[in-house]
């Protein structure tokens, strides 16, 4: 046993390069878990950045020098951004707080609802189990009131997050792009001089990373406005939530829909009950949910990442759980670079060790 165990680990530790991409992989989750909320506005502007990749690449090409494309795409950004706050951040809040207005009114006639269960289906509900639910929903209506106390009472540090966030990040933003490739070098300059499968590794993490983020903020945006045009169009109450809710939802593959699909069919249904345009409703959210997996996730991913459902959700779990949100957003692209570590490990000691031999 000690004999096998000692042959597999010079066979895959032996290469010093092997060595120093563990410890950077074990170095760059250690830093993850424990300095993730720290470091939250520079990963975003990591994101950021590669989004504007594109247009950046997209302005050198057509003979536009390095800083004034910076400065060109810098400006578009913060041009996006401001319609995003002034726009669109008021409307959604604006529907925030009716629905929150709205809710002691919707639990009242979700009890009202529950009164006549066991009428209509006395071998499903009881009289006691109906009335545990309609305490339940008092208790919930007397939350409310507090809970909107405590949240006015917490905005003040949770506008203190947001200033850092917009000063923090369209600077660091700008310098990613003006200065990305001189920190890429200064990166390349510390690593170790033979590079084989920290190369292979990098060369497809790179595309694979690019691909992502700019495909799943295209989706985003993409299934966002989709579902608002069709919800106002229909009049659905709190368009602008729910189409924020519908466009986010995408980050979590196959839970997210589930999730979403319970806050739209209830407002459907308080607003409308059981008439046609509550059927109508529901029939167009779930034909935007089939467009969106079937047809947009195949356009915008054919190149990106391969990985089977199974361990779609269980990255989404595992590093959900372990790192919140951002977990939740780069649990794909995680799991993609483990399994390029995997695939490329035995291959490139492999490459490296033949490598020397032939020098």
């Not at 986010?248 to 345009?277: E, H, M, R």
């Not at 759980?321 to 492999?350: M, Q, S």
Request: with cysteine; net charge neutral.
């Amino acid at each position: 046993m000690m004999r096998l165990i000692r042959s597999w680990i010079e066979d895959y530790f032996s290469d010093e390069e092997a060595l120093f991409l563990l410890l950077l992989l074990i170095a760059g989750f250690v830093i993850i878990l424990t300095m993730g909320a720290i470091l939250a506005p520079a990963l975003a502007s990591v994101v950021l950045a590669y989004l504007l990749q594109g247009p950046l690449l997209a302005l050198k090409r057509l003979g536009v020098g390095h800083l004034a494309a910076s400065v060109l795409v810098f400006l578009l950004f913060l041009i996006v951004c401001l319609a995003v706050i002034l726009v669109l951040a008021p409307a959604v809040w604006t529907q925030i707080t009716q629905l929150f207005g709205e809710l002691p009114n919707m639990l009242n006639q979700m009890q009202k609802l529950a009164v006549v269960l066991p009428e209509r289906y006395p071998d499903v509900f009881d009289e006691a189990q109906i009335k545990a639910l309609g305490a339940a929903m008092a208790e919930e209506i007397g939350r409310l009131g507090q809970a909107a106390v405590e949240l006015s009472l917490s905005t003040l540090p949770n506008l203190v997050a947001i200033l850092i966030y917009m000063i923090l990040v369209p600077i660091l933003v700008f310098f990613f792009l003006k200065d990305g490739d001189v920190m890429v070098r200064w990166w390349v300059s510390i690593m170790p001089t033979k590079r084989i499968l920290i190369g292979r590794v990098w060369r497809e993490m790179d595309q694979q990373f690019a691909n992502y983020i700019r495909g799943k903020v295209l989706e985003i945006v993409i299934v966002g406005f989709v579902t608002y045009i069709a919800f106002a169009i229909m009049g659905v109450r709190y368009a602008a939530l729910l189409a924020l809710l519908v466009g986010f939802s995408v980050v979590i593959p196959y839970i997210g829909a589930a999730v979403v699909t319970v806050p739209v069919v209830l407002i459907g249904y308080f607003q409308w009950g059981l008439t046609s345009d509550f059927y109508y409703l529901v029939a167009v959210y779930f034909i935007i949910q089939a467009l969106d997996g079937n047809v947009l996730v195949p356009l915008l991913f054919s190149e990106a990442v391969n990985l089977h459902p199974v361990v779609i959700i269980l990255s989404v779990l595992m590093f959900g759980g372990l790192w919140g949100l951002w977990g939740v957003f780069f649990a794909i692209p995680l799991a993609t670079l483990f399994k390029a570590v995997l695939t490329a490990w035995p291959r490139g000691v492999r490459a490296a060790q033949q490598h020397e031999q032939q020098a």
